[in-house]
């Protein structure tokens, strides 16, 4: 595999998951000047709109959403107010103020602009991205969570067409534990915290090679084929 220069986010992940994939780093290898310049360089480098998020407090040695909400369905990565759509900006200046802020905000990439996303389970997601590198497909950054979820990012469009594009393939779209996010939804991108169990990471980097995001069409069949062994061993159990 090609080695890549001049990538983006902290902290650092190999290239290819593990074939058992279960990435959690242990403590806080970023602090929170990490996330300030990191949301700049989303911003000014690969020109992706950013907003700020919620994040974890420690309390009463726990750990919990900064909105308050002890039963938040994402601890720590979403978005802080209802109309974050017109928050997140590409500009360098406005995400410095932003963060100058509240140091401690998630960084928010809304899905639908630059890019959208297809979120599927960490296992099926490393299995097809080990079938797509063998079959040299061209691939975008794919983000890893604390959550076990790989996030693929591809071109925008990809809500519409990907329903009609899995029947195709012969699979029912509601069979599969495959989620597209794209206009009017957003990632958590590294080095957010999130859920208290570890940091979002990437498992491919942002980086020249892979500046120009590849359709959805490109990798869904790999995908859905993943998912879909994935949710028969599920059943199988």
Same mark, same amino acid.
């Given at each position: 595999?090609?080695?890549?220069?001049?990538?983006?986010?902290?902290?650092?992940?190999?290239?290819?998951?593990?074939? =058992?994939?279960?990435?959690?780093? !242990?403590?806080?290898?970023?602090?929170?000047?990490?996330?300030?310049?990191?949301?700049?360089?989303?911003?000014?480098?690969?020109?992706?709109?950013?907003?700020?998020?919620?994040? @974890?407090?420690?309390?009463? !040695?726990?750990?919990?959403?900064?909105?308050? +909400?002890?039963?938040?369905?994402?601890?720590?990565?979403?978005?802080?107010?209802?109309?974050?759509?017109?928050?997140?900006?590409?500009?360098?200046?406005?995400?410095?103020?932003?963060?100058?802020?509240?140091?401690?905000?998630?960084? @928010?990439?809304?899905?639908?602009?630059?890019?959208?996303?297809?979120?599927?389970?960490?296992?099926?997601?490393?299995?097809?991205?080990?079938?797509?590198?063998?079959?040299?497909?061209?691939?975008?950054?794919?983000?890893?969570?604390?959550?076990?979820?790989?996030?693929?990012?591809? @071109?925008?469009?990809?809500?519409?067409?990907?329903?009609?594009?899995? =029947?195709?393939?012969?699979?029912?779209?509601?069979?599969?534990?495959?989620?597209?996010?794209? +206009?009017?939804?957003?990632?958590?991108?590294?080095?957010?915290?999130?859920? !208290?169990?570890?940091?979002?990471?990437?498992?491919?980097?942002?980086?020249?090679?892979?500046?120009?995001?590849? +359709?959805?069409?490109?990798?869904?069949?790999?995908?859905?084929?993943?998912?879909?062994?994935?949710?028969?061993?599920?059943?199988?159990?």
């Amino acid at each position: 595999m090609q080695h890549v220069e001049h990538t983006i986010g902290a902290p650092a992940t190999a290239t290819r998951p593990p074939a =058992r994939p279960a990435v959690r780093p !242990g403590g806080d290898p970023a602090p929170s000047a990490g996330l300030l310049e990191t949301a700049v360089r989303y911003a000014q480098e690969r020109h992706w709109d950013v907003l700020p998020g919620t994040w @974890l407090e420690d309390v009463d !040695g726990g750990r919990r959403c900064s909105c308050g +909400d002890p039963a938040c369905p994402a601890p720590g990565a979403h978005p802080t107010r209802p109309d974050w759509p017109g928050q997140a900006t590409g500009s360098g200046a406005a995400v410095r103020r932003m963060w100058a802020r509240e140091p401690r905000a998630s960084i @928010l990439l809304p899905t639908g602009r630059g890019f959208d996303a297809i979120d599927v389970p960490e296992v099926a997601g490393c299995l097809a991205l080990a079938r797509m590198e063998r079959m040299d497909l061209p691939l975008g950054p794919v983000l890893c969570t604390p959550t076990r979820r790989l996030v693929f990012l591809v @071109l925008p469009g990809a809500t519409a067409k990907v329903p009609d594009l899995l =029947r195709r393939l012969g699979w029912p779209p509601a069979s599969l534990d495959l989620v597209v996010r794209g +206009d009017g939804d957003y990632v958590a991108a590294p080095p957010t915290r999130m859920s !208290g169990t570890g940091h979002v990471q990437w498992a491919r980097h942002p980086g020249a090679v892979n500046r120009w995001l590849p +359709d959805a069409e490109e990798l869904l069949s790999p995908l859905a084929y993943a998912c879909g062994r994935e949710a028969a061993a599920q059943r199988g159990r």
